[in-house]
C-alpha cells in the first residue's frame, strides 16, 4: 500500500498563492507518475496536474496551465502543486493520487492506485 497524505490548503484572496504538498509512504515512490485532481462543490473530480515518476515530464489542465506548477522529490517521497494567481474558481477539494506508471497519467479517476484523502482550497474574491 501507498499512503497519501495532502498537506497545504486553506483560505486565500484571489490572486494569491498556495503550495500544496502530498507525501507518500508505504511503498517506493519514484515508481509511480503522480497526479493532482480536484473537485469542486457540486462538480465532478477533475484532473488538474500530472507529473511523471522521474519528473522529467509534466502536463496541465487548460484552466491552471501558466498558473500552477506541479513538481516532485523522490528523496523526499513528496509531490507538490505550486498555485499561483488563484481565482474563486479554483476553490475545491484538491487531491493527490498515483499510478504505478512510466507514462504520463491524466486517468481515469478509476485506473489510479491510490488517493489521498484531499486538503481543501478556498479562494475568496
Known amino acids: 500500500q501507498l499512503q497519501l497524505v495532502e498537506s497545504g490548503g486553506g483560505l486565500v484572496q484571489a490572486g494569491g498563492s498556495l503550495r500544496l504538498s502530498c507525501t507518500a509512504s508505504?511503498?517506493?515512490?519514484?515508481?509511480?507518475?503522480m497526479v493532482w485532481f480536484r473537485q469542486a462543490p457540486g462538480k465532478e473530480r477533475e484532473f488538474v496536474a500530472t507529473i511523471t515518476w522521474s519528473g522529467s515530464s509534466t502536463y496541465y489542465a487548460e484552466s491552471v496551465k501558466g498558473r500552477f506548477t506541479i513538481s516532485r522529490a523522490n528523496a523526499k517521497n513528496t509531490v507538490s502543486l505550486q498555485m499561483n494567481s488563484l481565482k474563486p474558481e479554483d476553490t475545491a477539494v484538491y487531491y493527490c493520487a498515483a499510478k504505478y506508471s512510466g507514462a504520463v497519467v491524466t486517468g481515469p479517476l478509476g485506473g489510479m492506485d491510490y488517493w489521498g484523502k484531499g486538503t481543501l482550497v478556498t479562494v475568496s474574491s
Open positions: 508505504g511503498r517506493p515512490f519514484s515508481s509511480y507518475a
